[in-house]
Structures are given as C-alpha cells and as structure tokens.
C-alpha cells in the first residue's frame, strides 16, 4: 500500500450538516480537539454557506477565529472548509482556510438541488472562484459530487464526470476528489474513474469520498487506493449525508478505516483507540447509535 496516504476526517462538516439539532460551538472545538490529539492532520471543520440554509454551519467563522488564535497547534495540521460561491471564498479568506473545497455535481438534478444551477454553469463558477483562491495564496480542492450515480438520475455517464475533471485540469486545479454522494459506486467503476483521471495528468493529486449507503465504502475505498488516490475523506463515528439527495447516509467511519488499514500493516500516525473514544462520546452525545462499526465492537487486537 502507499505511503503517502492521507486521511481527511469530514466529520464537524458532512456529519454534523445531516444532524437536525445545532451542536453548540464549544462541543464542536471539543472533537476538533480530540481529532488532532489523535493525530489526524486533515481535518474539515465546516462549511461557509448560508446560515438560514444550514444553520449547524453557521458557526464555521467562530470556530476558525477561535482556532487561529492557538498557538500550539501541530505544524502539520490542515483545516479546510467547504465554500459554494463568492460569499463563501471571501468568508474562507477571511478566515485563513487552510485548504479551500468546493465542488460541482454531475448529477443536473443533485446540481439544481444542491446550487439552483446546471452542472455547465456551477463548473465554470467553480473554476473561477478556484483560481482567485489561488491567486490569494490559499490551497485548492475541487470535487465532483454524484460521480458514480444519482439517486435522482441513476447511473451517471463515465464521460460526463471526465469532461468535468478536464475542465478542471485545464484550468491548473489537480487536487481533484470524486464524490460518491448518493453511495452508488461499485470497484469496477471505482477503478475505471480513477484510472481514466490519473492518465489524464499523472501530476494529479486525487482523493475519494465514498457514502456507505448500501454497505460498499470500505472496499470502493481500497479500490480507489489502488488506483493511486493520496486523499481518503471518512467522518468520525460514520456521521454524514447530503441533505440535497435522495437517501442521505453517513461517510465510511474515520475508525473503521483505521482499524482496516492497521489490519494491512498499514500505520496511519492515528491513534485508533482516541478515535474510538471520540465515537463513543458523540454516540453519548447525540442519544443514539451512530452508523460506525468498531466503537461498537471493539478493535480485533495483534501484536
């Protein structure tokens, strides 16, 4: 397996945008902290969106103007936040984002759902918004969401999702991520995308978000590693879901993949037992079992 994999926790954001109550701040701070003390290093703390619209992201200003003040953070640390449009770049400027996301839909329906804008018009949104980022000195992931299926549409044409990545590629953005948002990716088609896209430009930096809707994020994860992703997006405890599709479901558990990488001697620099803590003590939190298999079960123990 790879050494240089990365493990972006998206928990504080695609977990907590799917839970109907507000998390206060403070416990929001409190599992960014339990996140970075476990030793992960990429780490997605919100989203600036419209608070009216989201308002379990309305705090995301607060939380980085808190967070930058600190003094001890790790040099490593990565804090990114996910924008949609103009107000949102100016927000995460602003904000000094460590890594800027945003992202288009393949799907015309998620698209006008999520954006109220075709693919077409958020793709050439996208990319402009993208490159100022750039040119304000700040780091750029850009997504394709819907990658592998719709809820709303079905089986998403593998050419559809490629003239995207192009455009992007074109324009100079090679941190790309494929987003399964609906969790309809199958292996094969996993590895047919991410083939296709690392020919495209060998140079490209290519990260993964798998949905584990029917039960297939564990495995189209691994095929996406063997086709050479660097980035593995998962949420702590399994939390998550986009509430503009037609069957949300939670990410791939943040300690379920550790505990599988660890099984495949592979060392992640997390502490799998801390990771287990924080699921547990958002489990206790929010009242109810969350979707996460191993701080349920326990770690299977080797030497």
Known sequence: M????????????????????????????????????????VIQVGSFVNPKVLPQMADTDEIFSIINQRKDLPKDLVLT??????????????????????GVSASET?????????????????????????????????????AFGC??????????VLK????????GLRNISLADTAG???PKRVEELFTKLKKM???????????????????????????????VETS?????????TKVAAGNVATEDFVHYLRREDYDTNINLDLMIDLAKDVEQYLGYKLPGYVYKTGKINWN
């Not at 490159?131 to 000195?137: D, F, I, L, Q």
């Not at 809820?151 to 559809?160: A, D, Q, Y």
Request: charged share 20%.
């Open 81 to 102: 936040a996910l924008i949609l449009n103009e107000k949102g770049m100016e927000r995460a400027i602003q904000a000094k984002v460590g890594k800027i996301l945003m």
């Open 110 to 146: 998620h698209s006008y759902k999520n954006t109220k804008m075709t693919t077409a018009e958020a793709t050439n949104r996208i990319i402009t918004i993208a490159k100022e980022c750039v040119a304000a000195g700040r780091e750029v992931q850009v997504s394709i969401q819907s």
């Open 236 to 244: 702590f405890a399994g939390l998550g879901g986009c509430p503009f």
């Open 151 to 160: 809820g709303f549409e079905g089986r998403i044409p593998l050419e559809r």
């Open 2 to 41: 790879q050494n240089n994999l990365i493990i972006h926790d998206v928990g504080l954001r695609d977990g907590l945008q799917s839970i109907d109550r507000v998390i206060e701040t403070t416990k929001k701070i409190e599992w960014l902290d339990q996140l970075i003390i476990a030793g992960v290093r």
């Open 201 to 231: 430009d060998d140079n490209s930096e290519l990260a993964c978000h798998f949905h584990n809707t029917y039960g297939m994020g564990l495995i189209n994860i691994q095929s996406a590693i063997n086709c050479g992703v660097k980035y």
């Open 184 to 186: 309809h990716a199958n």
């Open 164 to 171: 995207i990545a192009e455009k992007y590629l074109n324009n």
